[in-house]
């Protein structure tokens, strides 16, 4: 039995399989963040190929979060009719589709750059420091971008937590020095995030999931360690999120060990510990090593990044099914 070609339900929503394409930043959106062609083509080659979650790239719920000037952008009403499309698309041929919401923080594109602390990434501006004020003001941004994500229509909204970027530069000791309630003990680091998922859930329907995407381990003396996730991962538990993402790293450069599934071991810590959906992403290219991950209960999910870019009819090749071809492709289908 090929596990991973097995649905998975979700709240109100049912994931046809275990195969999720993980955000990945197109660098293709207009100046003002709006979808182009690419995006219709590229998610809709991949929704065509029946992954099972499409994930939308890291979309900026502020103009100054974008990761560079081509960033989808989800800050303005006008942006929700594009991404509206996309979804629409991808749904017409069975994938369930969601997006991520980001704010890039200290590591933004342009000369706005804004972070816990004014510490700097190495070859970024040195940062402004959040007031109490302008946090809130950057948590109702997360909350009008996550209306517009229902209005677009997506069925999973994933909170870009990792990579560095600003929820993460809140999470880690490394760039949060804050002497507030927002910095200091794990608790207080973790309560941007936390007041994130409360305004979110305010817009966000109550039977689509809600998902966050983790840096696991920042690899670095004084980071986070996965003690520390696991505690996050709990604390998000507790609010109602019920999918987690786990990747690692993007604070500050460090040494990783890659190999296959070089991640995976992070979301079944995370999985073991709090009994929450996981998707373990990185490295993972085989159907082999996806099935041993989905069939030993070590994650839910398994994200397939650059493989899904290198070959977008991976599950079609991987499934012997003729039945979930497109018929278009009636001649070409490999037949057991
Ligand atoms: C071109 C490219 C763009 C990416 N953009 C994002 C992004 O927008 N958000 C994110 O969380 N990760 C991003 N990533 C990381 C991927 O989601 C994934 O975690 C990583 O590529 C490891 O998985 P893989 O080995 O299967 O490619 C990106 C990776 C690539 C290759």
Redesign the pocket.
């Known amino acids: 039995m090929l596990f991973v070609f097995t649905p998975f339900e979700l709240k109100s929503i049912t994931i046809p399989n275990r195969i999720v394409m993980?955000?990945?930043?197109?660098y293709s959106a207009t100046e003002e963040g709006q979808v182009t062609d690419w995006h219709l083509i590229h998610y809709g080659s991949r929704a065509v190929g029946k992954v099972g979650l499409i994930i939308l790239?890291?979309t900026a719920v502020e103009k100054r979060g974008r990761?560079s000037g081509r960033d989808l952008g989800i800050w303005e009403d006008s942006q929700i009719e594009g991404l509206r499309r996309v979804v629409e698309i991808c749904r017409a041929h069975g994938s369930v589709v969601g997006i991520?919401l980001?704010h890039a923080g200290r590591k933004a594109w342009g000369d706005e750059l804004v972070a816990p602390s004014a510490i700097a990434f190495p070859g970024f501006a040195v940062p402004h420091a959040l007031s109490r004020a302008e946090i809130a003001e950057v948590v109702e941004s997360w909350r009008q971008a996550a209306r517009r994500t229902r209005e677009a229509g997506f069925d999973v909204l994933q909170l870009?937590a990792?990579?560095g970027y600003l929820i993460h530069e809140f999470l880690s000791p490394l760039s949060n020095q804050r002497t507030d309630e927002y910095g200091g003990s794990l608790e207080n680091r973790m309560r941007f995030l936390l007041e994130i998922v409360e305004a979110v859930q305010t817009e966000w329907p109550a039977d689509k999931p809600l998902s966050v995407?983790l840096s696991a381990v920042d690899y670095l003396e004084g980071g986070l360690t996965l003690k520390d996730t696991v505690e996050i991962s709990k604390a998000l538990q507790a609010k109602g999120v019920d999918l987690l993402?786990i990747?690692s790293g993007g604070i500050l450069s460090a040494r990783i060990e890659l190999g296959p599934g070089y991640?995976v071991r992070f979301a079944e810590v995370v999985k073991q510990a709090t009994g929450l959906p996981t998707i373990a992403?990185?490295?993972?290219?085989s159907v082999e090593l996806a099935q041993e991950i989905i069939s030993n209960g070590r994650a839910d999910f398994v994200?397939?990044?650059?493989?899904?870019?290198r070959n977008p009819h991976w599950v079609l090749q991987a499934k012997p099914d003729p039945e979930l071809w497109p018929k278009q492709y009636e001649r070409a289908i490999p037949r057991p």
């Not at 992403?281 to 290219?285: E, F, Q």
């Not at 994200?303 to 870019?309: H, K, M, Q, S």
């Open positions: 993980p955000p990945m930043c197109m790239e890291a990761l991520q980001a870009h990792a990579h995407r993402d990747s991640q992403v990185g490295l993972i290219t994200a397939l990044g650059r493989e899904l870019l």
